[in-house]
């Protein structure tokens, strides 16, 4: 902030001693001047001596004159005002504050009505629906936790966080920091701050979740490895026959175990690059394409047909082709798991669709969830790939948690390879990074049907413009 400060205080020089050096300096000059006027001969030496004695008062003065024009010393400093009015700021960096602040003020401990809001900011106003000032502190906080850690401000001044909840329609978690102000003041004074820690421990709550449920899968196939390998170490040490069969179980635990450990680093992996724009561009009809080439062989043993319609036109979007190639991996590899024998999976990609297009119904008579929604912007297109099953289908509660990492549709049997209940979670994050959407349709006896949706590269076809991102 800048500030104004006064030159230092000099002390004029005195009226007397101004008169006496100008007199005294006007006389010797003009006695000079009258000699050299008398006396030619002098005259030279009597003018440089009247220059002399000129000379001689103007250094006697120059002290004054260096006082005068000196910098201002420290203690000028110290009561320097400030320009503008530092109140008005703190006014505005209180107002701007985004957590409820509230200044509180108390009269007697004894008084729990007396517990006034000397001054709240907008958050506050906002959330208690108070007036800036004046408000009775119990009307909008009834936490006892918190009126009990404001009067130890008040009166103990000791400062306390409380953390409660508020109930409703929907459980909030909050924090509250409570200070003392003013103390040893007539009227004694606290500081109190709240926090919104909500999402903050619901995502606590989803780590602890997380880490128990990835240690429960992995703990599985370790309990059944280590089981196996007891028996074979033992008594199965000579049986060739019960050797054979346990080591295939033993191969099937170590792959279902490598599948999650692939999955969870890939899931760490996506979600660390969410906030990252994809590069590149990828064609949706290939990519779908290569992934039924790749899981030709497990289609066989499961025997499923599965019918890919690439449409007519090149979908090509933008994105990161590895990324978009297990989006159809993931989905292709649930409908499989879950269609029966001698069912058909079935593969639509289209291109050039609006919004609404894209965000369509494929399935009559069944339950439609967004997963993932992008924002509406006009002039955007997309290209978008459908995979339909033919399965059991899922009941409308299901479908919300779909998404949920190791969520499973109970009751429902996949065939022998087991998933790891990340793909969902997986496409879930890739379609975040890609400003895409995910729908899912289903319903008990029809199947389900998962549509993902691409915005499309930017490019031109004529005259008209082409699908933009």
Known sequence: MPYEVSPSPVAPMSTSRLWTIGATVAIAVAVMVGLAVAHPELANWLIGGALLVAASAWLLNAPDRAAETAPAPADALIDAKPMGAPAEL??????????PVLIVSGDEPDDIAGRRIVLANEAARELLRVQRQGGLLVQVIREPGVLEAVDEALFGGMSRSTDFTTGGQRDRRWRAW?????????TPMALVVLRDETDVRRMEMMRVDFLANASHELRTPLASLSGFIETLKGHAREDVVARDRFLDIMAAQADRMGRLVADLLSLSRIELNEHIPPSGRVDLDRAAGDVVDAVSVIVQEKDVTVVLDQGEARASVSGDRDEIVQVVQNLLDNAVKYSPKGGTVEITVRADLSFDDAWASRMSGA???PLVTPDRTS???Y??????????????????????????VEGQKSGDRQGTGLGLAIVKH????????????SAPGLGAAFTAWFPMVIERRGDRPGPSL
């Open 90 to 99: 703190l006014d505005k960096v209180f107002e701007a504050l985004e957590d």
């Open 178 to 186: 409570t200070r003392p102000l003013e103390r040893g003041a007539t």
């Open 383 to 408: 290209a978008a790939v459908t995979v339909r099953d033919h399965g059991p289908g899922m009941a409308r509660e299901h479908l919300p948690r779909l998404t949920e990492r190791f969520y499973r």
């Open 367 to 369: 339950t439609r969830l």
């Open 379 to 381: 002039g955007i297109f």
């Open 430 to 441: 890739i379609m975040n990074r890609h400003q895409g959407g995910l729908v899912v349709e």
